[in-house]
Structures are given as C-alpha cells and as structure tokens.
C-alpha cells in the first residue's frame, strides 16, 4: 500500500525525500525518492517476514498467548503505514 501511495504520488515528490527528522520535527536526513518510496517498504517487509516466523516459532515452542502473536504480527504493517505517510 506505501509504494503504491509514493507511485501515484511519483511526480509531486521532491527528488530527495527527508526519511529522518529531529525532536523538532525538522528533518535531519535525506534519501533519493527511489529509496523512500520502494527501499524502506521492502526493508520494512523484510523485517515483518523475519518477525512472523520467530513469533510463529516462538509460539509453537513455548505455545504463547495468540492475542501477543497478533499483535507482534501488526506492529511492523501499522508502523510501515504511519512511517511512509510521515515520510
């Protein structure tokens, strides 16, 4: 949903997108608008890809609670969603 977001929205980007920001909300780091619209959400699926399999592994080992499981498993799409729209 991100990368489809930064596609439609291609041209209005700047070239370099602020992909970090201070306590101040200035932003303090720069990437092509390449990285920001397509890297980061791939990173981010990535990371969520590794968090579900140890969660799943984790939960059939020690048989956790679900409620935990669901929750780890939608931290990372939540965060993904509110990064890019920060972004």
């Keep these: 949903m991100p990368v489809i977001a930064g596609l439609v929205l ?5 070239e370099s997108v602020p992909v970090h920001f201070d306590i ?3 932003p303090d ?4 608008k390449w990285f920001a619209v397509i ?3 791939v990173i981010l699926a990535v990371f969520q890809t590794v968090c579900c399999i ?4 984790e939960s059939a080992k020690h048989g956790s609670s679900k409620k935990i499981g669901i929750v780890s498993k939608w ?3 939540l965060m993904s969603v509110i990064i890019n729209v920060a972004i």
């Design 54 to 57: 140890g969660v799943d592994y």
């Design 75 to 77: 931290i990372v799409p």
């Design 10 to 14: 291609w041209n209005r980007l700047p």
């Design 39 to 41: 890297m980061i959400p």
């Design 29 to 32: 780091s720069f990437a092509p």
């Design 24 to 26: 101040n909300s200035n």
